[in-house]
């Protein structure tokens, strides 16, 4: 599946979570029914820090692939994790012919203490790569940041571990999100200079309620331009005003980026499948 679509010059992805309860499974399933129905290239499904609930996203991923028949991909976090979780998680996917993962650090989880932070196992997404290329045979993406990982001293030595990653064997990259065009071209720029070759897939945050800015910025740091703060104050308190901008705003975004020839395209959906299909009808 990967090295098909890294021949292409466009994709369109989403990307989902498990949801927290249990009881949230069937409604979990009939979201991706509708998401299948607009034919993405491939579904990515998160993967909570600490790892507890690593079989909800290999349960999720399996649906994709064996009853939806569309290709997944499940992120991977190694925050919390030794090489026995790893190496168990790497063959329940391979059981359920998951064989693409995204590999992350993830962030500290709340319940871990600064300590063991620091003496994590695993340090990096490079070491988690390095890992999962020597003894697995899964296909290994990874993450990169537009304007910067909020820890990194600066966009070069972010981007200095974004061709680490490549050179461990990342085949393909999906952004944080981002909401200025201009940020993402500087980026892939730079990245291109600092030898990346493998894809870059752009991450797309649609914007549908005033309050989504706060939560979002906060956890991407991504930074928020006039334009689409002038949007939130106008219609903040008129919900579906807000969700019509917010949309139109993602996708005059996506329409931007394939028009300069960045063409691969992963939307976090946020498990909203009706706003999904908005979007990609209006493409
Ligand atoms: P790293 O690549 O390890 O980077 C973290 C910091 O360390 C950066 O500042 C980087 O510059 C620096 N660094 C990188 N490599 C090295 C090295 N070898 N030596 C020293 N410094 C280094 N989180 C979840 O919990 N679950 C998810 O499913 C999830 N999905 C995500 C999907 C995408 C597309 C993105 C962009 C993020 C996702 N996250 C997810 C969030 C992610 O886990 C956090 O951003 C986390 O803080 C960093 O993860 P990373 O893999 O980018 O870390």
Redesign the pocket.
């Known amino acids: 599946m990967l090295n098909e679509m890294l021949q292409k010059d466009s994709s369109l992805s989403f ?1 989902v979570f498990p949801p927290k309860k249990d009881d949230e499974f069937d409604n979990c399933f009939k979201v991706l029914d509708s998401l299948s129905e607009l034919s993405p290239d491939f579904i990515s499904v ?4 600490g790892g507890s609930r690593s079989k909800k996203t290999v349960e999720i991923a399996s649906y994709i692939q064996n009853t939806l028949k569309i290709d997944a991909m499940a ?1 991977m ?1 190694c925050v919390g994790s030794n090489e026995n979780d790893i190496l168990t998680v790497a063959n329940d996917l391979k059981k359920e012919g998951v064989s693409h993962v ?6 500290k989880p709340r319940d871990m203490s600064e300590e063991q932070f620091a003496q994590r196992i695993f ?5 988690l790569i390095r890992f999962l290329n020597s003894n697995t045979s899964l296909d290994v993406s ?4 537009p304007e910067k ?1 909020p ?2 001293i600066s966009i070069d ?2 981007i200095a ?1 974004m061709k ?2 490549q050179d461990m064997g990342a085949k393909m990259f ?3 999100l981002f909401f200025d065009n201009a940020d993402y071209y500087r980026f892939v720029e730079r990245a291109d200079r600092a030898g990346i070759v493998v894809p870059i897939v752009a ?1 797309i945050m649609p914007i549908t309620s005033a309050k989504q800015i706060g939560s979002t910025v906060t956890l991407a740091g991504s930074s928020v331009p006039k334009k689409l703060a002038d949007i939130c104050a106008r219609y903040g308190e008129s919900p579906e005003d807000m969700r019509q901008a917010g949309i139109a705003y993602a996708v005059d975004q996506i329409k931007d980026l394939r028009k300069c020839g960045m063409g691969h395209i992963h939307i976090y959906c946020m498990n909203k499948p009706k706003m999904t299909a908005e979007i990609c009808r209006a493409l």
């Open positions: 990307e998160t993967y909570g820090a992120h976090t995204l590999a992350l650090r993830g962030d340090p990096h997404a490079t070491d990874a993450s990169c940041y990982h820890e990194a030595s972010d571990f680490m990653k999906i952004s944080q991450g």
